[in-house]
């Protein structure tokens, strides 16, 4: 057996003390075939500093040998020593058999420093020596993608996937599908999707499948995946939402209504699944079991402008004009604001007979809904109710500029003449 072979064998039985103590002794006695396999080993065991003096001692032997100053120089990268990494590969000149893969090293060097461009112009030098090379279109399209340049990617990655189906550990059909989702090519993902399934099964390439199913508006085919989802592992909690909505969308509002719920037996402090629990409920006329959701989400986050926004309409739907000023004034008072808020202070003070101050918040909403046809009309009428003439006539006439079909309001403006 060889030594680095032992050395190997006695780490996996727990020696590591012995383990160590031959390694020395290669280092000190061994050959340098010997040596150069052992700081391989070390490497792949994250011993850097122990591989590094190694493939120096070696580098002093062997001053020419690219293949040492490249292992050297990704040493360096997982030491963070990037810029004695840099000196070694921009030593290797574009003859050099070596040199695609220093301009690799050299591009996720860049990359790593956020300098994406200087990346990117490494790896089409690459390219333009080995345009045959998967690593390099790979590389290139991993760029491109994590550079959201989706477009670009897919020109790379289909190159790799007509030569092989993975590389690096990532599946090409995964990536590509990926892409066209993000492109918002919903349709054009799922064949991939299917395709990336087929070479490795796995939850989470799974529940993506469902989710572009469900942005692609094909509700069966998301409800058959997210299905298959929940049968290979119940406890995801994502697919819950997404297969509740799937549901509602087919118009299976009680079927909606049971996924959201079991969801809620995996991870009851879920507050989007809370929300959307709360949503469907009121679908169903459960009013009471509504707000009681809404109100677990708050209490979670006291700042989910979506839970606020539908408890208030609740308590407006209960005539509890007082609780919406105390639940909008509690957010404010914890550090959030939405423009919203005023518009809902402004009907609920309205309500209350609080004139002045329901104005005031009117006033402000108006910068942020001057365009929005609901607000104009809640704010023309109450300035036409407070007698504000001129100014509600300027309401109506902007919100007949929008809505020239409201008759409603063409037949109010006839009070102005």
């Known amino acids: 057996m060889k030594t680095v072979d032992q050395i190997v064998q006695l780490v996996e039985q727990g020696d590591v003390e012995r383990a160590l103590a ?15 396999m052992l700081a391989d080993q070390l490497f792949s065991w994250g011993l850097l500093e122990e591989a590094e003096s190694l493939v120096r001692m070696l580098l002093t032997r062997y001053p020419d040998e690219r293949e040492l100053q490249l292992f050297l120089a990704e040493i360096y ?7 004695e990494a840099l ?25 790593m420093q956020g300098l994406d461009e200087v990346s990117e112009q490494k790896l089409l030098k690459a390219y333009e020596n080995m345009p045959d090379e998967p690593l390099v279109q790979f590389a290139l399209a991993e760029l491109y993608f994590t550079t959201g340049q989706y477009q670009k990617s897919l020109l790379y990655y289909e190159q790799v996937i007509n030569k092989t189906k993975m590389l690096a550990g990532t599946v090409i059909a995964q990536r590509i ?32 499948y469902g989710f572009t199913a469900y942005q692609a508006e094909a509700y069966k085919t998301a409800i058959t995946k997210f299905s298959e989802l929940k049968v290979l592992d119940r406890e995801y909690v994502p697919l819950y939402l997404f297969l509740a909505k799937s549901y509602e969308q087919e118009g299976d509002i009680q079927q909606s209504y049971e996924i959201a719920k079991e969801g809620l037996t995996i991870d009851e402090w879920n507050k989007e699944l809370l929300v959307y629990v709360g949503k469907i409920a009121l679908k169903l006329g459960k009013r009471e079991e509504a707000l009681m959701y809404i109100e677990k989400a708050l209490d979670i986050d006291p700042g989910y402008l979506e839970a606020l926004f539908i408890q208030t309409s609740l308590l407006f739907h209960e005539e509890r004009y007082e609780d919406v000023v105390h639940v909008i004034q509690q957010a404010i008072d914890q550090g959030e604001y939405d423009p919203q808020f005023e518009w809902e202070l402004a009907k ?3 309500k209350l007979e609080m004139y002045d101050q329901a104005l005031n918040h009117y006033e ?3 910068t942020f809904f001057k365009d929005d046809p609901n607000f104009l009309y809640d ?4 300035l036409f109710e407070e007698g504000r003439r001129e100014r509600a006539k300027d309401i109506f006439e902007q919100l007949l500029r929008i809505d020239s079909t409201n008759e409603e309001i063409a037949h109010m403006m006839l009070q102005f003449e």
């Open 22 to 36: 031959l390694a020395e002794q290669v280092k000190q006695n061994g050959n340098d075939e010997e040596r150069y």
């Open 77 to 83: 990268t997982e030491m963070d020593k990037e810029e």
């Open 87 to 111: 000196e070694l590969l921009m030593d290797i000149e574009e003859d050099d058999p070596y040199y695609v893969r220093a301009c690799l090293l050299m591009a996720d060097l860049y990359q």
């Open 177 to 208: 599908a990926e892409a066209y989702s993000l492109l918002g090519e919903f349709e054009r993902s799922l064949s991939y999707y299917e395709e990336a399934l087929n070479e490795r099964f796995d939850v989470h390439t799974l529940f993506q």
């Open 348 to 350: 609920a003070k309205q």
């Open 364 to 366: 402000e909403a108006y």
């Open 379 to 382: 704010f023309g009428y109450f």
